[in-house]
């Protein structure tokens, strides 16, 4: 399979959790957006997650939309992203995982996405709208046979059968989503995760990476209690929008990266 899978095998041995973080694709535009991923892997990503901007997301907060539409107006598209791994993936040096919607992975023809993915060196896609019922006939076997790895979401109100679902599906690791709604950085956890976080990871064979809400050095080590990896992705997407225009910005999302890594270290 991909290189997702002995990273949370290294971090195990290194009795801690995997960092992740996440930033749109082509956000502010795609020469910058190569910089902050370097950014990113400096800072001590152990798996990063990337994400193609869409026009009409359903679990991204206002602060991820944005980010999409700014990277949707620079002209970024998935065969931009993908381009943009292939050059990046190599010198980075950490595997990374595709956040995408499944529209622009259709429009693109499912095998013929899975062929660019592999490609360029995706080493994990996260398709947050496509149920794993549905992604079973074409994406899963797609992705599988190019030692890709599937990721699926749980969240708090997942039963048992959906459970069991994605735990048939997700290769790499499961995503389990911190709170209903959408994405967006919170000043304070909700209350029942990390009991829940605990319960789904007794039922799973894979790694659990637990994200949406989470911002600061005390939420990833409160989270890395009951977690195999944390992923942060609003609270450094708002770095981006907001320096976007200073000379300094990688330097500043490095150093706020490094802060959130070292909590795990």
């Known amino acids: 399979m991909s290189e997702i899978g002995p990273v949370f095998e290294r971090c195990r041995e290194e009795k801690r959790a995997a960092f992740i973080p996440y930033l749109t694709g082509g956000d502010p535009d795609l020469e910058t957006s190569g910089r902050l991923l370097e950014a990113l892997a400096a800072g001590g990503a152990d798996l990063i997650e990337i994400g193609v901007p869409f026009s009409d997301p359903i679990a991204d907060g206002p602060v991820n939309q944005r980010a999409a539409a700014r990277a949707l107006a620079a002209g970024t598209s998935l065969s931009a992203v993908l381009d943009l791994v292939a050059r990046y993936r190599d010198k980075l040096g950490v595997p990374m995982v595709l956040f995408t919607y499944f ?51 749980l969240a708090p109100t997942s039963d048992r059968r959906r459970i069991q679902a994605v735990a048939r599906a997700s290769t790499g690791f499961v995503y389990y989503v911190s709170r209903t709604g959408v994405t967006g950085a919170r000043e304070e956890l909700p209350k029942p995760l990390l009991k829940e976080a605990k319960r789904m990871r007794r039922r799973l064979s894979q790694p659990l990476a637990v994200g949406f809400g989470i911002s600061t050095p005390e939420q990833v080590r409160s989270v890395a209690r009951v977690a195999d990896g944390v992923v942060v992705g609003s609270a450094l997407v708002r770095i981006v929008e907001e320096h976007a225009s200073e000379p300094g910005l990688a330097e500043r999302l490095e150093a706020q990266v490094r802060e959130l890594a070292d909590a795990l270290r």
């Not at 360029?120 to 019922?133: A, H, N, T």
């Not at 994406?139 to 699926?152: G, M, Q, Y």
Request: proline fraction near 8%; charge should be negative; aromatic fraction near 4%.
């Open 103 to 153: 529209n622009p992975i259709l429009a693109a023809g499912v095998e013929r996405f899975a062929e660019r993915a592999e490609a360029s060196g995706v080493d994990g896609v996260l398709c947050v709208d496509l149920p794993p019922e549905e992604a079973a006939s074409e994406l899963i076997p797609a992705l599988r046979a190019r030692d890709i790895d599937s990721v699926f979401l």
